[in-house]
């Protein structure tokens, strides 16, 4: 007698679930080896010359893992970073008419990745080239046709009922098939150069349309860029050989770790201690609670980057202390949405970091110039609280020397974490990616060890889980987009940029004037990690030229893109806002637009007065 159907249908959850967690932890295991080399190397380095023989492009190496696996779960998860304009599709056929177009066309550039990734590693073997320690690299190189083809068939998966899974099925053969016709053409077979010779611009149209559908950005990037490069006969291994690159980034490791730090404190009450704690301080003043929530998101987002991640895991907390003491839902709502991606500015935050790698500057020179802006715009937001506190007389917190000392003798391990990661940096004692580790192993004894607040082994699980999530969506972004801006280059996009726009513009100022509409624009469509890799390449060069100071135009682009998650029709911060606060979309852009304005006059002041962010940078010399 056969199992019922209910039997045989919480078998297969059982063993897909253990399959998951299985791919959890296979995942999670490069993040750990990328913590622990760091600090090992602190602690061999003054005993052994040189560390630890190879510790550095290991990290580096397991960096690539972490972003291929973490994209893949980022895949099973429908956590690939999109764009948001799919959401304003209609239900019904038309909504799945797209959904299996997004699907189908992001399936095949993503089989035609892993097809050309396997080229890559099988030169790599020819050659015989070493990491270190005697292990060749092509034994790292196999995460990538290995995650490009689990992200092909899971976006293939998702294209919905069976018909659409078909359709996405034949994508993914069309991709394997102009992998190969794309190497037989590079290799001068001219009876497969099926693109070369051809327009550019059909290819781009479509993965653009694709995007527009829904279809992770990486795909359209990388679409995009291979496409491209087969017209013009060259292979489309060149594509996932630059994603490769990523290895020799030194200070990418660090994203991951600082990421990291953000998604333990979370796991914990860190968020409840500073909560007190600056209630305590400042929730005498007028606006003092709505002050105090500016502030704690603000610290929050530090760690996390512009994920989300604040307003999903704050949200539930502070819009109920709001509502509570007497502010406006409204205004409760407002602030918090603009809250959630303050603290952008501040070190040691991801897109500082990211835009230093692709700017090729400093990240130091952005953290001490990003000081002051940040705390600006921090301020502006508090101010904006402390006006509602004064016209509405919101509840007021009067001042206890008492509940002041216990609160921050509670919370003294969470207010000396800026201490310890600047510390460690400014002190030459540790590199960036050492500092990192060494934030998030202070984060797991404080959050795990001190205050208990979960168990460790449980409680890491889900931080770790939860962070290779996010950094795949990312790192994934970046190392195809090596490739795109590759060609951008050999094609001298950026230099015909500046002799446009030097033609047109003459005025520094004016110039500064444009780029702002201009990164306001890209951060209304496109979320901010996409934008650094994509656009800095572009606008850097333009910069130079007009004498803007490199560190400045970082500040300046940073800020613009932290506007963009406020802005209509489809910054992050509205739809996070939106599902977490369970409001109609429309509602919270009504709630949302006076901390816009406020927050644009802010980013003007940045633009405009040059010294908020090199005068720091001035008084300590640059590094």
């Known amino acids: ?69 973490g994209a893949a779960l980022a895949a099973r998860e429908n956590k690939l970073i999109a764009l948001a304009t799919a959401s304003f599709i209609p239900d019904g056929s038309v909504r799945r008419a797209t959904q299996a177009f997004a699907a189908t066309v992001g399936a095949a550039v993503a089989a035609l990745l892993a097809w050309s990734a396997v080229d890559v590693v099988a030169i790599e073997m020819e050659i015989g080239g070493e990491i270190a320690l005697g292990i060749p690299s092509w034994v790292f190189q196999l995460v990538l046709p290995g995650g490009f083809a689990v992200i092909a068939l899971r976006l293939a998966w998702r294209a919905g009922g069976w018909g659409a899974r078909a359709v996405a099925a034949l994508g993914l053969a069309a991709g394997i098939w102009l992998s190969n016709a794309g190497a ?9 150069c099926v693109l070369a010779g051809g327009a550019g611009w059909p290819w781009v149209l479509l993965v653009v349309l694709a995007a527009l559908a829904g279809a992770p950005i990486f795909t359209v990037l990388a679409g995009a860029a291979v496409f491209l490069y087969m017209v013009d006969a060259f292979d489309p291994a060149a594509v996932p050989l630059f994603a490769y690159d990523l290895t020799t980034e030194p200070h990418l490791p660090s994203i ?10 979370a796991q914990g009450q860190s968020s409840e201690r500073l909560l007190r704690v600056f209630r305590a301080l400042v929730g005498w003043l007028p606006g003092g609670t709505a002050v105090v929530c500016a502030v704690v998101c603000a610290f929050f987002t530090i760690f996390t980057g512009g994920s989300g991640v604040t307003i999903l895991a704050l949200g539930g907390l502070l819009l109920p202390a709001l509502l509570k003491d007497g502010y406006r839902d409204r205004f409760s709502v407002g602030l918090l949405t603009a809250s959630g991606s303050l603290g952008l500015l501040l070190p040691p935050a991801m897109p500082l970091i990211l835009y230093a790698i692709v700017a090729q500057t400093a990240p130091e020179n952005l953290f001490i110039g990003g000081l002051l802006p940040g705390i600006l715009l921090i301020a502006l937001v508090a101010a904006w609280g402390m006006r509602e506190g004064l016209v509405t007389g919101a509840g007021r917190h009067a001042f206890a020397a008492g509940e002041a000392r216990s609160a921050l003798w509670s919370a003294k391990w969470e207010l000396a974490l800026p201490a310890v990661v600047l510390g460690a ?26 205050h208990r607040d979960f168990k ?5 699980r889900q931080a770790f889980r939860e962070c290779v999530v996010l950094i795949g969506g990312v790192l994934i972004i970046l190392a195809v987009a ?8 050999d094609v001298d996009i950026p230099f015909r940029l500046i002799e446009w726009t030097q033609a047109r513009i003459e005025s520094p100022l004016l110039f500064l004037l444009a780029l702002n509409v201009f990164l306001l624009l890209v951060g209304c469509f496109m979320d901010i990690f996409s934008a650094i890799v994509v656009v800095v390449p572009l606008i850097s060069g333009i910069g130079a030229a007009y004498g803007i100071d490199p560190v400045h135009l970082g500040i300046i682009f940073v800020a613009n893109l932290e506007l963009g998650y406020l802005t209509p029709p489809v910054g992050l911060n509205l739809f996070l806002a939106s599902y977490r606060f369970d409001r109609p979309l429309l509602e919270v852009y009504r709630a949302s637009v006076p901390l816009l304005v406020i927050l644009g006059i802010g980013v003007l002041v940045i633009t405009y007065v040059p010294w908020l962010t090199l005068g720091l940078l001035e008084i300590v010399g640059r590094q």
């Open 456 to 460: 460790l082994g449980a409680g890491l």
């Open 425 to 450: 940096l400014l002190s030459g004692r540790a590199t960036l990616v050492e500092t990192s580790a060494l934030t998030a192993l202070y984060a797991a004894i404080v959050t795990g060890v001190v």
């Open 256 to 265: 991951p770790l600082f990421t990291l730090t953000g998604f333990i404190l």
């Open 184 to 192: 037989a053409c590079a290799n001068v077979d001219e009876a497969s």
């Open 482 to 489: 090596k490739g795109f801006t590759a060609y951008m280059v």
């Open 1 to 69: 007698m056969s199992p019922p159907p209910q039997a045989i249908a919480a078998r297969s959850r059982r063993v897909l679930g253990l399959l998951h967690a299985s791919e959890d932890t296979f995942a999670a295991l490069p993040l750990a080896a990328m913590v622990l080399l760091p600090l090992a190397e602190i602690v061999v380095r003054p005993f052994l010359t040189g560390g630890i023989p190879g510790s550095i492009p290991f990290v580096q190496h397991l960096t690539l893992w972490v972003g291929f696996l």
